[in-house]
Nanobody
């Protein structure tokens, strides 16, 4: 069973960049659609971005379009989230999620309950 591990979070200043990484802890197949969600203080977990298993399709939340880029390297079995021009409102715990049985449409990839596997999260804190 896939166990996901995120890395790359930390404290930054507004306008800075960070790159988050996520990989299954025990290796495993790359035939998973993967996504990033985030949960800010006192907020519900929300969709950030998703990428199909081939990497050919991606979706983004409106709040991060043009600033965040999701990508994957299937040879390394790793998905990345490049976050540029970070804002204080991006402060959250960022979670990686994966599923191998998801219909890759925007309506579905944004749903928390569509993903079977989750990481423990990595904190991103953006100060102004």
């Amino acid at each position: 069973q896939a166990q996901l591990v995120e890395s790359g979070g930390g404290p930054v200043q507004a306008g800075d960049s960070l790159r988050l990484s996520c990989a299954p802890s025990g290796g495993g197949p790359s035939m998973y659609a993967m996504a990033w969600f985030r949960q800010g203080p006192g907020k519900e977990r929300e969709f950030v971005s998703a990428i199909s298993w081939s990497g050919g399709s991606t979706y983004y939340a409106d709040s991060v379009k043009g600033r965040f880029t999701i990508s994957r390297d299937n040879a390394k079995n790793t998905v990345y989230l490049q976050m540029n021009d970070l804002k204080p409102e991006d402060t959250a715990v960022y979670y990686c999620a994966a599923d191998n049985d998801i219909i890759f449409t925007q309506a579905l990839v944004e749903r928390v309950d569509e993903y079977q596997y989750w990481g423990q999260g990595t904190q991103v804190t953006v100060s102004s």
